[in-house]
């Protein structure tokens, strides 16, 4: 990621949305299932919603901490323009407290400790355009909690024919969900474990709520999702745990949710663990495939696990390396070999974007922001 460089540059604060004011100057914070009650001049727990004259701004609005270029499967996202670059952009803090969180230093930081410039909705779509992104992702810290951002940014991006991605926890409220994932193309979402133990010790918050987040995306949304889990050592590796996690998938989203197991590496306050070794997410994809889910993956390790095959006749129809697209062998969106529909968004090939910008936009964007060396 890379920190943006202050240039300088304000805009006035901006009012938040899904709140509410209560007696003696709080602020009622319904955004997600913690529903901070903030009082005058203070901060909810994720650090940039705060409470002004009584009234509820989001710190985070177009100030982003983190720009940069990456390749879509890094959110990570099998099923979703492979082998595009995807423009990902993150704020300051968080709505979990995750120990073992790989972006701390901005997730844990408040607004005012972080590098940032003025970055309004309209620019971020003409820097993915000039970076040759179709899609941008909202990503590195949580996303939700810049909901406002998100929202204005998704309206400018759509305009443009840009797709955006929610790179998630799921921790959302209700009153909120369809205000921001109406206007989303695709999610990642963060399943960290598959028991409240996990989630009320090590990310201080609830498991019930993210499970709702999924059912609403499957049922209730066109958004297409895909599922994370990273696998801790000692603390949300045990095999019950895995195949309990599978069948709850298989059973409430269906086989065709592509599920990523990744590695974890030792960060924040979670230094004390070892690395995820790599038997682990074989044995944890063998689970979930025998349990019927028909795309299961294995991340942040080199491993066949990373390609994709149809389930029909087990053709590999994708190969990875990393997240790298080695080759991709799909015909509009069929595997070749046996003509099954493999489902995803296929769309785009690598390099064609249809969304443009004006030139008068592109030119206020090179004086504005320069090059970014994304």
């Not at 704020?91 to 972080?114: E, H, L, P, Y």
């Not at 940014?153 to 926890?169: D, L, P, Q, R």
């Not at 997410?281 to 095959?309: F, K, M, P, W």
């Amino acid at each position: 990621m890379q920190d943006l460089k202050t240039r300088g540059e304000t805009s006035n604060p901006h009012e938040a949305r899904w709140w509410a004011p209560e007696a003696g100057g709080k602020v009622h914070c319904y955004l997600c299932p913690r529903h901070c009650h903030i009082g005058e001049g203070q901060a909810g727990f994720c650090f940039i919603r705060a409470n002004e004259g009584g009234k509820l701004y989001s710190l985070g609005y177009a100030h982003p901490a983190a720009l940069q270029i990456d390749p879509i499967e890094k959110k990570p996202l099998n099923h979703f323009l492979p082998g595009t670059r995807v423009f990902s952009m993150g704020t300051a803090g968080c709505n979990m407290g995750c120990f073992f969180c790989q972006n701390w230093d901005i997730s844990k930081s408040r607004a005012d400790q972080v590098r940032s410039s003025y970055v309004p909705p309209e620019d971020v779509v003409t820097l993915a355009i000039r970076n040759g992104c179709p899609t941008i992702a909202f990503t590195y810290n949580e996303p939700t909690i810049w909901g406002e951002y998100v929202v204005d940014i998704c309206h400018a991006a759509k305009e443009s024919g840009i797709k955006t991605v929610m790179v998630s926890n799921g921790y959302i409220a209700r009153e909120a969900f369809h205000d921001i994932y109406d206007h989303i193309d695709a999610a990642n979402i963060d399943l960290k474990a598959f028991t409240e133990t996990f989630y009320g010790r090590t990310t201080l918050t609830h498991l019930q709520p993210v499970l709702e987040t999924l059912q609403w995306l499957k049922n209730e949304t066109n958004v297409w999702f895909e599922i994370t889990n990273l696998m801790i050592p000692t603390l949300n590796d045990a095999p019950p745990e895995t195949r309990a996690l599978a069948e709850w998938i298989l059973e409430n989203l269906g086989p065709d949710v592509p599920l990523h197991f990744t590695a974890f590496h030792p960060d924040f306050k979670l230094r004390d663990k070892p690395k995820t070794p790599p038997e682990t997410l074989h044995a944890a994809r063998r689970t979930a495939l025998d349990v019927g889910l028909h795309y299961v993956y294995e991340g942040n390790i080199y491993s066949d696990g990373a390609h994709t095959s149809c389930p029909s006749c087990k053709a590999v129809v994708i190969r990875r390396s990393w997240h790298d697209v080695e080759e991709n062998h799909l015909v509009d969106g069929c595997c070749p070999s046996c003509g099954l529909a493999i489902p995803g968004r296929w769309a785009n090939s690598p390099g064609d974007i249809s969304a443009r910008s004006s030139p008068e936009a592109e030119a206020a964007a090179a004086e504005r922001y320069g090059e970014l060396n994304l």
